[in-house]
């Protein structure tokens, strides 16, 4: 029970890498609001953990709206009365050429990923503050780190979210608030088969290429996300945790 009596809001819970967190959250004993911006998916999600977990609660949510964010921390103080950990981990993908994307697709995902994480920061930091504890987790990507073709747009979004980590994290510092951002490679989610099919490359060649010789799983992530989470980990903050089956070692 490495997060008993933490409450937690996890965004994008209803799938991938989002609801492995949400389950391992439960496990590990604390309180958890996720949030989605897919009711259907966001209720089929409730339903499961529900079966095994009391302390859970949905709320459909759009990360880049301020008034959803208000909404979703209020819900969190009411029922479980503190907010110890953010992961913002609702996120967009998108590959193109730079010369072919539209200025509504840029702003399409600049929204989620970057504006999305912005306000989750911005909603949770006064209750932190006053509780003079917290743990903020932004899911970047290996593509905050490393560029390659066609990234520009995602590339730039998680970029921003890995240097809006450090920043927060030295002006929050005082106030024992940590904020990290995690960098994974390609995790077998909905995002990553899109983000293979993007290069054309099959998922056994890519994990080929990889020297554990695997693509990551959600639960690789979950695990990771736990540890920042937790009373383990803290003398961390304003660090970047590359969890990539050591691809980007060489
Ligand atoms: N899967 C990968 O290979 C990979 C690699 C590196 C980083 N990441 C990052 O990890 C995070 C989770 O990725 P995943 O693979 O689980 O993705 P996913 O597509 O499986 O799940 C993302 C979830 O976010 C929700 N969402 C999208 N827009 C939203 C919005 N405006 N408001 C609220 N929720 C919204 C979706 O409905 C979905 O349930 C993302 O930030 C992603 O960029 C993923």
């Known amino acids: 029970m490495r997060l008993q009596e933490k409450t937690a809001i996890i965004t994008g819970g209803a799938n991938g890498i989002g609801k492995e967190t949400v389950q391992k959250f439960l496990e590990q004993g604390a309180n958890v609001v996720f949030t989605d911006i897919s ?23 759009d990360v880049q709206q301020e008034a959803d964010w208000q909404n979703v921390v209020e819900q969190a103080v009411e029922k479980f009365g503190r907010v110890d950990v953010l992961f913002n981990n609702a996120g967009l993908y998108s590959t193109n ?40 987790i932004n899911a970047s990507s290996l593509a ?9 747009l995602y590339g730039a979004s998680k970029g921003a979210v ?21 960098h994974p490679g390609i995790i077998q989610t909905t995002m990553g088969d899109a983000v293979a099919a ?8 890519i994990a080929n290429g990889i020297p554990l010789k695997r693509l990551g799983t959600p639960e690789d992530i979950a695990n990771l ?10 003398f961390i903050t304003g660090t970047e945790m590359v969890i990539d089956g050591g691809s980007s070692a060489r």
């Open 162 to 182: 890995r240097m809006m980590s450090k920043d927060l994290a030295i002006e929050v510092a005082g106030d024992s608030i940590r904020v990290n951002s995690i």
């Open 225 to 234: 996300v736990v540890f920042l989470a937790s009373d383990e980990s803290t």
């Open 144 to 152: 905050g780190i490393k560029a390659s073709a066609n990234h520009t």
């Open 198 to 205: 993007g290069i054309n490359v099959e998922t056994e060649q």
């Open 39 to 61: 009711e259907a998916n966001g209720q089929k999600t409730l339903a499961e953990m529900k079966d095994k977990f009391e302390n859970v609660l949905f709320i459909k949510h």
């Open 97 to 136: 050429a730079v010369v072919d994307y539209s200025v509504e697709e840029w702003n399409r995902v600049m929204g989620v990923n970057v504006t999305g994480v912005f306000l989750g920061m911005k909603h949770v930091v006064p209750f932190m503050r006053e509780q003079k504890n917290g743990s903020i």
